[in-house]
Structure formats: structure tokens, C-alpha cells
């Protein structure tokens, strides 16, 4: 029997001893996460989740535009080839670079060109070109 209260003595001591070794931690803790409802922290995490998509998408949207934009403002055919077409026209000499200029600032006006046929486009160019007093 005394080998037995002395077992239990030594093992008592030793809780004892582990329960004073272990910080004492006063400092309420805090339980807002318990408070919350589950389907609410579902609810909150699937909206973080979707704004985390719609950001994405956001900013893919805005590099389409951005390309469209930049596209838009191109002239649909290369700057030499808008120098052929000038010179197909049998403009005055001094009014080649002028017209060059003019149809390479505007998209649109390159585009009125390309659209109408061969024989009407100097008339057309040189409507357009006065209408913008650049003549």
C-alpha cells in the first residue's frame, strides 16, 4: 500500500508541477468567431471569393479596351501603302505630302478612301480636304 500512495504522490507532485510550468493566460479570449454564424462566414467568404473574380474581370475588361482603343486609332493599311494609293491618284506634286499627312491623321478619312472606288477617290480626297481646311 505505501508503494502505491507513493506512486500516487510522485504522480500527483508531477500535475501539480506541469500545471505551474504552463503560462497563465488572464487575457479574455476573444470567441467572435463562435458568435458568427457558420453560413454567415460562408456567406462572407464566398463574397470575397466573387469580388476576388469580378476584380479579374475587371481588369481584363480594361485591357480589352485599352487594345481596342489603341487599335482603333491605326490606320487599316501601313503608311507606305497609303503612299501608293496617293500616288495613284495623280495629285500635284506639292500636294502629296499634304495628303499623306491629312489621311494619315485620320482613321476615318482612310477608311472613306479605301471605300470608294479607284476613279473617285482624288475628287473625294480633295473634298475632305478642303472641308478640313487643308488645302
Do not use: W
Request: net charge neutral; aromatic share 2%; charged share 25%.
Amino acid at each position: 500500500m505505501i508503494s502505491m500512495n507513493g506512486a500516487s504522490l510522485k504522480n500527483t507532485e508531477g500535475d501539480k508541477q506541469d500545471k505551474r510550468s504552463q503560462p497563465i493566460n488572464d487575457a479574455p479570449k476573444s470567441d467572435v468567431s463562435s458568435k458568427v454564424p457558420t453560413h454567415q462566414r460562408n456567406k462572407k467568404s464566398k463574397h470575397s471569393y466573387f469580388e476576388g473574380i469580378a476584380d479579374m474581370l475587371r481588369g481584363g475588361m480594361d485591357n480589352l479596351a485599352h487594345a481596342i482603343n489603341r487599335l482603333s486609332t491605326m490606320a487599316p493599311i501601313s503608311e507606305s501603302e497609303i503612299c501608293q494609293m496617293i500616288k495613284e491618284m495623280n495629285l500635284e506634286s506639292h500636294m502629296n505630302s499634304k495628303a499623306h499627312i491629312f489621311i494619315c491623321q485620320d482613321v476615318n478619312m482612310c477608311l472613306t478612301l479605301m471605300g470608294c472606288p479607284q476613279e473617285e477617290r482624288k475628287s473625294n480626297l480633295l473634298t475632305m480636304m478642303l472641308a478640313h481646311d487643308y488645302v
